[in-house]
């Protein structure tokens, strides 16, 4: 599974980076995603983060 976060949409709220920060950083006014697999143990929390972005900004694959 990997993260990926559209910064065209992201409004930089920083909701993601403080739900998962193992994926999602801050670069400048927008979110990224580490360009990592996301491991098991951390899934759900990443899932979860998709979840609660208020603008839908996330894609998880």
């Not at 910064?7 to 993601?16: I, K, M, P, Q, R």
């Not at 006014?29 to 491991?39: C, T």
């Not at 143990?41 to 983060?49: G, L, V």
């Amino acid at each position: 599974m990997r993260a990926k976060v559209d910064a065209d949409v992201c409004t930089g709220c920083e909701l993601c980076t403080q739900t998962c920060p193992e994926i999602f950083y801050m670069d400048g006014d927008v979110a990224k995603a580490k360009d990592i697999e996301v491991s098991s143990e951390i899934e759900d929390t990443c899932k979860q983060a998709a979840e609660e972005c208020p603008v839908e900004a996330i894609i998880i694959s």
